[in-house]
């Protein structure tokens, strides 16, 4: 079992953001999520509100969205 030091080093909203060091045992890999196990993933990129005013504006806001998701890894890339 790994021993670890943590340090807080910022508070972000509601959260505390730690460093934290491995004393000693194994180092940990935070494992790739996918659809069947919890992971890591990166943030996604902003995305803007949409302002569209037609179904073919909504369309390219949702397709912008997706991509970034996929890019971060929230959202699984079809196997096409």
């Known amino acids: ?3 670890y030091r943590m340090r807080a080093v910022r508070l972000e909203g509601n959260s505390t ?7 000693d045992g194994d180092s940990y ?3 790739k999520a996918t659809t069947a196990e919890i992971g890591g993933v990166k943030m996604a990129t902003f995305q803007n509100d949409s ?3 037609d179904v073919a504006g909504v369309v390219s806001a949702l397709n912008s969205l997706l991509a970034k998701l996929r890019i971060s890894g929230a959202l699984e890339i079809p196997n096409t």
């Open 1 to 3: 079992m790994a021993t």
């Open 17 to 23: 953001i730690v460093e934290m060091e491995l004393l």
């Open 51 to 53: 302002t569209a005013t």
């Open 29 to 31: 890999q935070l494992p």
